[in-house]
Nanobody, 117 residues
Framework: QVQLLESGGGLVQAGGSLRLSCAVSGFTLDYYYAIGWFRQAPGKEREGVSCISSSDGSTYYADSVKGRFTISRDNAKNTVYLQMNSLKPEDTAVYYC?????????WGKGTLVTVSS
């Protein structure tokens, strides 16, 4: 059974930090894939936050999180992380893990991040 299990969300004050985790299981990872995070704030469309490539480890960050968020992965654990620092109220959203290859597009159920001002 395909699972992308997110954890680490919660309530934090502005300026604080959280680390999200996404543990992948239930399928064989492709050689080439991207794994990362999207978020959806109330009343807004889902947007890409960050992702990392399997081939060379290259990363992408949305302009709104550059310099504050860091994506990383532990291949042995099939887990990807999103370290979020200097959080702002506008970072409040449900964060979704996404695995994407030429043949697969899998999503987690999301974890809620709430940043209070």
């Amino acid at each position: 059974q395909v699972q992308l299990l997110e954890s680490g969300g919660g309530l934090v004050q502005a300026g604080g930090s959280l680390r999200l985790s996404c543990a992948v299981s239930g399928f064989t990872l492709d050689y080439y894939y991207a794994i990362g995070w999207f978020r959806q704030a109330p009343g807004k469309e889902r947007e890409g936050v960050s992702c990392i490539s399997s081939s060379d480890g290259s990363t992408y960050y949305a302009d709104s999180v550059k310099g504050r968020f860091t994506i990383s992965r532990d291949n042995a654990k099939n887990t990807v992380y999103l370290q979020m620092n200097s959080l702002k109220p506008e970072d409040t959203a449900v964060y979704y893990c996404n695995y994407r290859s030429t043949t697969k597009d899998y999503w987690g159920k999301g974890t809620l991040v709430t940043v209070s001002s």
